[in-house]
């Protein structure tokens, strides 16, 4: 244990450290080993939830390495652990998540959500289902005066079915198992949903997201599985569609009653919203379509009047990672903007008066959390390194900004304790698998290791070796930021094949994986033991390196972003690492995208790609993807969408390509792959098609034994094309 606590670079209460020691050179590990039912990397810690008085901390954990989480708590004092629910060893299925979600109820008492059910375990262990009518229950959240469950279920359909949809309820904290949940918002059409909810400080009012999808399409995906037809319909609008409207509601606990509160426009996104501390006035983050108004409003609660707080409009726009929450003492609103050039905190104290910076910097906030209590505002950013996630702290009335995190390079995800104590945050590096970590806010010091999730195994391996590099575009000198991966016994002699990917938008992260949206760690480390080097580049558009970078994604899908990439390609080349004829590149979704732009544009760069649930045609994204591909209307169209969709470049691919996709992808849709494949087929241009039956748009995903055949399959046509020297 000591050896790899020292690597981690925590402190474990009890555990003396010791020298750490070089780790054994082991034979790489194939794709079945390593994406096995017990993960050599052990099970991330999730479901962070702390007590009332900040004393412990519950987590959802596997310290067998299976993906079935049990309950645990962490007592903060004591530094003890212990598990307090065993429902992993009854559980049937090996690939079940366990335990979603867990609350503190005060006195010993928890509540949990079991495969979409309500559970209640007493202070004496005993287990007991409420809410059996209930299905998919989740997001629980305790009043901050411990009296009241809130949380959203489905609505319960016909036949003892589940229809879409959700209904916040709410339920006495401390009733027992006989007493029902009432019913507060949603539920009488399935189309009219709770999205989500907050509660008021004082625990007498919940706000909450009511999602209006009526006005919306919904369409059928026909896909064939397990020897039939199926069809997952889903609402799901194109650009220029009628799209999901937001209300954000207000509910008196007591009395019933329900105002609503719609954004400036009510089409607008809502970002996030927010009561005063005195419950008497509600925020509302909002912005149009295409992110390029940010609009903040706020409400009286009571007389539901509105009032234009903030507006800041910027044509060329396309990051809309906007916050913002209430100042303390509800002193105006704490706003989280890149009208400076640079995603920072400011503090606006009354409507249309102009934002008063709290943090400067050619760095970026990525989120923050008001400790109204002492005046304190803490953050995340990257400060440190664009590949970083610390945590720092900034006093709500300005003044010098503290690192709080310890000096340990990575990416922190912290859940702040009541008091602002502790955070529990889950950690990783790019050496270290996700752990829970304690860092104590007031008075520094060592991070506290909660957990050890790797298995014992994980030592006995040669792991990348990681490396970052700077270097400026070919196209138009901008600086770039590049994520490398190394074999262990790279040897600078040499010339390697290389694999730019998987290509996304904020892929250079300091944590293990690098992406967490996908289960790409093992085979990124696969490659890596095979010889291969891996390249992922913070292209145009990413978050991190301010307004003006981003900017340059405008309207550019496919262009920009991959001269991006062929910049980190060159890069590599004229380093010596990497012989230019054995370089590939993949990515999904929008880095599908990007791989075949990549091979439509510049033939010969690349000798193969591999393009996963690929959004090939920009007719049929996201309307909120218009934030960067703008409209589908002006005088500019439909040559604006056509430039930035590689339907229409397909013609121009030479280079070997593979497509995978899954036939029940509801984001991209599996027949604009279908409509891609004919194309290249009536072209006569060669390619190999892989067909997940009932794969959703995550593939990687979806199960181990998918998860393996996809990944195989990748290897094995990297290997066919890029041929990389046989290891000694």
Same mark, same amino acid.
């Given at each position: 244990?000591?050896?790899?606590?020292?690597?981690?670079?925590?402190? &474990?209460?009890?555990?003396?450290?010791?020298?750490?020691?070089?780790?054994?050179?082991?034979?790489?590990?194939?794709?079945?080993?390593?994406?096995?039912?017990?993960?050599?990397?052990?099970?991330?810690?999730?479901?962070?939830?702390?007590?009332?008085?900040?004393?412990?901390?519950?987590?959802?954990?596997?310290?067998?390495?299976?993906?079935?989480?049990?309950?645990?708590?962490?007592?903060?004092?004591?530094?003890? +652990?212990?598990?307090?629910?065993?429902?992993?060893?009854?559980?049937?299925?090996?690939?079940?998540?366990?335990?979603?979600?867990?609350?503190?109820?005060?006195?010993?008492?928890?509540?949990?959500?079991? =495969?979409?059910?309500?559970?209640?375990?007493?202070?004496?262990?005993?287990?007991?289902?409420?809410?059996?009518?209930?299905?998919?229950?989740?997001?629980?959240?305790?009043?901050?005066?411990?009296?009241?469950?809130?949380?959203?279920?489905?609505?319960?359909?016909? %036949?003892?079915?589940?229809?879409?949809?959700?209904?916040?309820?709410?339920?006495?904290?401390?009733?027992?198992?006989?007493?029902?949940?009432?019913?507060?918002?949603?539920? %009488?059409?399935?189309? &009219?949903?709770?999205?989500?909810?907050?509660?008021?400080?004082?625990?007498?009012?919940?706000?909450?997201?009511?999602?209006?999808?009526?006005?919306?399409?919904?369409?059928?995906?026909?896909?064939?599985?397990?020897?039939?037809?199926?069809?997952?319909?889903?609402?799901?609008?194109?650009?220029?569609?009628?799209?999901?409207?937001?209300?954000?509601?207000?509910?008196?606990?007591?009395?019933?009653?329900?105002?609503?509160?719609?954004?400036?426009?009510?089409?607008?996104?809502?970002?996030?919203?927010?009561?005063?501390?005195?419950?008497?006035?509600?925020?509302?983050?909002?912005?149009?379509?295409? =992110?390029?108004?940010?609009?903040?409003?706020?409400?009286?609660?009571?007389?539901?009047?509105?009032?234009?707080?903030?507006?800041?409009?910027?044509?060329?726009?396309?990051?809309?990672?906007?916050?913002?929450?209430?100042?303390?003492?509800?002193?105006?609103?704490?706003?989280?903007?890149?009208?400076?050039?640079?995603?920072?905190?400011?503090?606006?104290?009354?409507?249309?008066?102009?934002?008063?910076?709290?943090?400067?910097?050619?760095?970026?906030?990525?989120?923050?959390? &008001?400790?109204?209590?002492?005046?304190?505002?803490?953050?995340?950013?990257?400060?440190?390194?664009?590949?970083?996630?610390?945590?720092?702290?900034?006093?709500?009335?300005?003044?010098?900004?503290?690192?709080?995190?310890?000096?340990?390079?990575?990416?922190?995800?912290? &859940?702040?304790?009541?008091?602002?104590?502790?955070?529990?945050?889950?950690?990783?590096?790019?050496?270290?698998?996700?752990?829970?970590?304690?860092?104590?806010?007031?008075?520094?010091?060592?991070?506290?290791?909660? +957990?050890?999730?790797?298995?014992?195994?994980?030592?006995?391996?040669?792991?990348?070796?990681?490396?970052?590099? +700077?270097?400026?575009?070919?196209?138009?000198?901008?600086?770039?930021?590049?994520?490398?991966?190394?074999?262990?016994?790279?040897?600078?002699?040499?010339?390697?094949?290389?694999?730019?990917?998987?290509?996304?938008?904020?892929?250079?992260?300091?944590?293990?994986?690098?992406?967490?949206?996908?289960?790409?760690?093992?085979?990124?480390?696969?490659?890596?033991?095979?010889?291969?080097?891996?390249?992922?580049?913070?292209?145009?558009?990413?978050?991190?390196?301010?307004?003006?970078?981003?900017?340059?994604?405008?309207?550019?899908?496919?262009?920009?972003?991959?001269?991006?990439?062929?910049?980190?390609?060159?890069?590599?080349?004229?380093?010596?690492?990497?012989?230019?004829?054995?370089?590939?590149?993949?990515?999904?979704?929008?880095?599908?995208?990007?791989?075949?732009?990549?091979?439509?544009?510049?033939?010969?760069?690349?000798?193969?790609?591999?393009?996963?649930?690929?959004?090939?045609?920009?007719?049929?994204?996201?309307?909120?993807?218009?934030?960067?591909?703008?409209?589908?209307?002006?005088? %500019?169209?439909?040559?604006?969408?056509?430039?930035?969709?590689?339907?229409?470049?397909?013609?121009?691919?030479?280079?070997?390509?593979?497509?995978?996709?899954?036939?029940?992808?509801?984001?991209?849709?599996?027949?604009?792959?279908?409509?891609?494949?004919?194309?290249?087929?009536?072209?006569?241009?060669?390619?190999?098609?892989?067909?997940?039956?009932?794969?959703?748009?995550?593939?990687?995903?979806?199960?181990?034994?998918?998860?393996?055949?996809?990944?195989?399959?990748?290897?094995?046509?990297?290997?066919?094309?890029?041929?990389?020297?046989?290891?000694?």
């Amino acid at each position: 244990m000591g050896a790899f606590l020292m690597v981690l670079g925590l402190a &474990v209460p009890g555990v003396a450290a010791q020298p750490a020691k070089a780790p054994v050179a082991g034979t790489t590990l194939s794709i079945d080993a390593l994406y096995q039912p017990q993960s050599i990397i052990g099970t991330p810690p999730e479901g962070y939830s702390w007590a009332a008085d900040g004393s412990r901390v519950l987590f959802l954990w596997n310290d067998e390495g299976r993906r079935f989480r049990d309950i645990w708590v962490h007592a903060v004092a004591g530094g003890t +652990t212990s598990r307090l629910t065993r429902a992993a060893d009854s559980a049937g299925d090996a690939e079940a998540i366990g335990i979603a979600e867990v609350v503190d109820l005060g006195g010993g008492r928890l509540a949990y959500v079991l =495969a979409g059910g309500l559970y209640l375990r007493g202070s004496d262990g005993t287990v007991t289902r409420i809410e059996p009518g209930l299905p998919s229950v989740r997001q629980l959240a305790l009043s901050p005066d411990g009296r009241t469950l809130a949380f959203v279920s489905d609505m319960p359909g016909i %036949d003892g079915g589940t229809a879409r949809g959700g209904v916040l309820h709410v339920r006495d904290a401390g009733a027992t198992a006989a007493t029902a949940a009432r019913r507060l918002a949603g539920g %009488d059409d399935a189309r &009219v949903y709770v999205k989500d909810f907050q509660w008021a400080h004082d625990g007498r009012t919940i706000a909450f997201d009511e999602a209006d999808d009526r006005l919306m399409p919904e369409r059928d995906i026909f896909y064939y599985a397990d020897g039939k037809l199926q069809n997952n319909r889903v609402a799901r609008a194109f650009p220029g569609d009628e799209t999901t409207r937001d209300r954000i509601g207000t509910v008196d606990l007591a009395s019933g009653a329900v105002r609503f509160h719609a954004p400036a426009d009510p089409r607008d996104l809502v970002w996030n919203y927010g009561l005063s501390r005195d419950g008497r006035r509600l925020f509302i983050n909002a912005s149009d379509l295409e =992110a390029k108004t940010h609009r903040i409003t706020v409400h009286d609660v009571a007389s539901g009047e509105r009032q234009p707080f903030y507006s800041w409009h910027d044509p060329l726009h396309v990051r809309p990672d906007w916050q913002v929450e209430w100042a303390p003492g509800d002193d105006g609103l704490i706003i989280l903007t890149d009208r400076d050039g640079y995603f920072q905190l400011h503090h606006q104290k009354t409507a249309n008066s102009r934002p008063r910076r709290l943090t400067d910097g050619r760095w970026e906030v990525a989120s923050f959390t &008001v400790d109204a209590d002492h005046g304190q505002i803490y953050f995340l950013s990257n400060a440190a390194h664009l590949a970083e996630r610390q945590i720092y702290r900034v006093p709500a009335g300005g003044g010098a900004v503290t690192r709080v995190s310890p000096a340990t390079p990575g990416t922190h995800v912290p &859940v702040y304790a009541p008091q602002f104590g502790h955070a529990a945050s889950f950690f990783s590096n790019d050496s270290t698998p996700p752990e829970l970590v304690l860092v104590d806010l007031a008075r520094g010091g060592p991070a506290v290791a909660v +957990t050890r999730s790797p298995r014992p195994e994980f030592q006995a391996q040669r792991w990348a070796d990681v490396r970052y590099m +700077t270097f400026p575009s070919h196209v138009d000198g901008t600086p770039l930021v590049a994520r490398v991966s190394l074999p262990a016994n790279y040897d600078p002699a040499k010339r390697y094949p290389l694999i730019v990917g998987s290509v996304y938008s904020d892929v250079v992260r300091n944590q293990w994986g690098g992406r967490r949206a996908h289960p790409t760690w093992g085979l990124d480390q696969y490659l890596v033991g095979q010889g291969y080097i891996l390249l992922n580049v913070n292209v145009r558009g990413s978050w991190g390196q301010g307004r003006v970078q981003r900017e340059g994604q405008h309207h550019s899908y496919g262009e920009t972003d991959i001269n991006d990439l062929e910049s980190g390609v060159r890069h590599l080349v004229a380093k010596g690492y990497v012989d230019p004829k054995r370089v590939g590149i993949w990515g999904s979704s929008y880095g599908g995208l990007m791989t075949l732009m990549s091979l439509a544009k510049k033939p010969g760069v690349y000798a193969a790609g591999i393009a996963g649930a690929p959004a090939s045609n920009v007719w049929h994204a996201y309307p909120s993807e218009m934030w960067i591909m703008g409209p589908p209307t002006g005088a %500019d169209m439909p040559g604006r969408y056509a430039a930035q969709s590689p339907l229409y470049q397909s013609r121009a691919i030479v280079d070997p390509l593979m497509i995978i996709h899954g036939t029940r992808d509801p984001v991209v849709l599996y027949s604009d792959t279908a409509a891609f494949s004919q194309r290249l087929i009536a072209g006569e241009q060669p390619f190999e098609l892989v067909t997940l039956p009932g794969g959703n748009h995550a593939w990687a995903s979806d199960n181990l034994a998918q998860t393996r055949f996809a990944f195989k399959k990748m290897t094995a046509f990297f290997d066919s094309h890029l041929k990389p020297e046989p290891k000694p």
